[in-house]
Structure formats: C-alpha cells, structure tokens
C-alpha cells in the first residue's frame, strides 16, 4: 500500500477524533491508529526498498553515462590526435614533395645546360670538320681547274695528233 495513502488515513482519524474542551488536544480511537500504524511500518519498508532501488538505478545510469562521456571523450581525443597526426604526415609529404619537385626541376635544367653545352661543342667540332673538308674540296676543285688550264693552254703534241 502506498505510504501517502496511508498518511492521509491517519489524518483522517485525527480529524475525525474528538477534541478535549480548552486545549488544543484530541482524543483518538487506539483501535483505528494501531491498525494502521501498522501498514505503516510495512510499507515504509518497501517505500524505502523502491527509493532505494530509484537511487540504484539512478546512480548505474549516472556511471553508464559517465563511461560513455569519457569514452566519447577518448575516442574524439585519439580522432584528433590522429587528425593532428595524418595532417603533419601530409604537411611533411607536401614539403618532400616540393624539395624533389624542385630538385628535379633543378637537376632538368642541369641536363639541358650540359645537353646545350655538348651540343655546341659538338657542332663547333662539325663546324671544324666541315671547314677543313671544305678547304679540302676548294684546294682539290682549285687544283683541277688548274690541270685544266695547263692542259687547255698547252700545244698540241704528236700523240695528240695519234689521237682519234
């Protein structure tokens, strides 16, 4: 029985009972009270039993919240950490990234002064070649034109007369 209902009861009797004239006392039926005394001390019991199971539940609540709270708590903590981490991991690959962007960029244009370079040799040399080669040709085409000369300038002789 629920102890507010009982309360109430007993409220009720003492109401009812009679007051003593001149005195703010009342006269209660004994038979009434003890009864429900008794139930009193029944249900306060299990009043407290209920509350105390309230309490409980209340306080198992309290630690399953707790625990979840510090588990969100350490989970966002290692996301973050883990945030922080892969953006330094990505910050260093971008500065790498550029070091050997420049590097190679560097190393390119290396190859193309070296490739300029071995070039302009090579075509000085051939430039050389050609030169002497020219010379050779002019001095070979000088030298014929002079055979020819010799040869048109030149008499007759009888074995050219023999000649058909």
Partial sequence: MDILHLV???EEIVKESTQVPFSGLRMVDERLVWPLLDQMRISVPEEVRRAERTIREKERMMA???EE???I???ARSEAAQ???EHIIVQNARQEGQAVLQQ?????EDIRIGADEYAFEVLCGLEQELK???TVIENGIRTIQIEREKHEN???SADDADAP
């Fill in 64 to 66: 399953q919240t707790q």
């Fill in 73 to 75: 708590i350490a989970l």
């Fill in 83 to 85: 945030i922080t981490a």
């Fill in 8 to 10: 109430d009861r007993l």
């Fill in 154 to 156: 030149r008499p007759a």
């Fill in 104 to 108: 190679a960029e560097q190393d390119a």
């Fill in 69 to 71: 709270a510090e588990r």
């Fill in 132 to 134: 002497r080669a020219l």
